[in-house]
Nanobody, 124 residues
C-alpha cells in the first residue's frame, strides 16, 4: 500500500521560502516519478512540478518556473519542493503524488497516488 506523507507547510511572508517534503512508502521509490500539485480555495488543482524516477528529468508549470525546485533523495524515499520568492498567489494546499511510471508526468492524470496535503499560506 502506497503512503505519501507531506510536511513543511506553514505561514510565510511574501518573498520568503519554504521547503516541502514528502516521505513515500509501499513500493520501490526510485521506480516511479514523483510530483507536486496545489489547490487554492475556489480554484482547480494545478500540477506544479514533477521529477523522474532517477531524478534526471524535471518539469515545472510556468507559474512556478524559476522559483520552485523539485528534487528527490532515493536513499531516503523522499521528494522535496523548494519554494523561493513566494507570492500570495502561491497560497494553497500542496499535495505530493507518485506516478505509475518512471518518466516525469506533466499532468495530474499521470499520477496514481496522492498524499493528504500540507497548507502553504503566503501573507502580503
Amino acid at each position: 500500500q502506497v503512503q505519501l506523507v507531506e510536511s513543511g507547510g506553514g505561514l510565510v511572508q511574501t518573498g520568503g521560502s519554504l521547503r516541502l517534503s514528502c516521505a513515500a512508502s509501499g513500493r520501490t521509490f526510485s521506480n516511479y516519478a514523483m510530483g507536486w500539485s496545489r489547490q487554492a480555495p475556489g480554484k482547480e488543482r494545478e500540477f506544479v512540478a514533477g521529477i523522474s524516477g532517477g531524478g534526471g528529468s524535471t518539469y515545472y508549470a510556468d507559474s512556478v518556473k524559476g522559483r520552485f525546485t523539485i528534487s528527490r533523495d532515493n536513499a531516503k524515499n523522499t521528494v522535496y519542493l523548494q519554494m523561493n520568492s513566494l507570492k500570495p498567489d502561491d497560497t494553497a494546499v500542496y499535495y505530493c503524488a507518485q506516478s505509475r511510471t518512471l518518466r516525469v508526468g506533466k499532468r495530474i492524470e499521470d499520477y496514481d497516488y496522492w498524499g493528504q496535503g500540507t497548507q502553504v499560506t503566503v501573507s502580503s
